[in-house]
């Protein structure tokens, strides 16, 4: 674990870093770099993230039928989402910037200038948060599946309000002691 986390962190850290290092503190400051990248640098990702999306719905529709659709769809879903996030940024933000000026100012316009400067980092962050919040949602639905199921179960099983039984269920279900005959005169005396 310490060596897979350390390599990812690493391997996900070198290439911007490498391309931060490329940009001169005088690009940095220029307009110029703060635009917002045009929409054809993730055309492709578009596109593939598109068709996983269409084969996470097709597999949840049930038009493929193999072992483990439903987490194979979930993968799918979640890759084709990160493909797809980075070109829906672009636009979102192209078409909020000018709002996100007027309703916050200078903050509005240089967050959606930071927005734009990445938005693969903006995707991928919407991306592990929307996982964790399906994955809490999954965990939730099932715990809750399980209690319900079991309430059902219970009520099927033991329809009754009240048992009066001679048998010791600790020692065998299905004991051979019969109840004193006083017992359903007690017993009916119960409201």
Not at 108 to 118: E, H, Q, V, Y
Not at 135 to 164: E, G, N, T, Y
Not at 168 to 186: C, D, K, Q, S, V
Request: glycine share 8%.
């Amino acid at each position: 674990g310490l060596a897979l986390g350390t390599s990812t962190a690493f391997i996900a850290a070198y290439f911007p870093g490498r391309q931060a290092m490329s940009i001169s503190p005088v690009e940095m400051l220029r307009q110029g770099v703060l635009q917002v990248r045009s929409g054809s640098g993730y055309g492709r990702s578009l596109v593939v993230g598109l068709l996983f999306i269409a084969f996470a719905v097709a597999a949840t529709a049930r038009a493929f039928s193999f072992e483990n659709v439903g987490l194979a769809a979930a993968f799918f879903a979640f890759l084709g989402a990160a493909l797809v996030l980075p070109q829906v940024t672009i636009w979102t933000l192209r078409a909020a910037r000018p709002l996100m000026g007027r309703c916050f100012r200078l903050g509005g316009a240089l967050a959606a200038d930071n927005l734009a400067k990445a938005p693969q980092r903006t995707a991928l962050t919407v991306i592990a948060l929307s996982g964790a919040l399906a994955m809490m949602v999954c965990a939730a639905a099932i715990i809750v599946s399980f209690k319900v199921r079991q309430a059902r179960w219970l009520h099927d099983a033991l329809p009754f309000d009240c048992q009066v039984t001679a048998s010791n269920y600790e020692a065998t279900i299905y004991g051979g002691a019969r109840l004193p005959a006083e017992i359903p005169a007690i017993v009916g005396a119960v409201e």
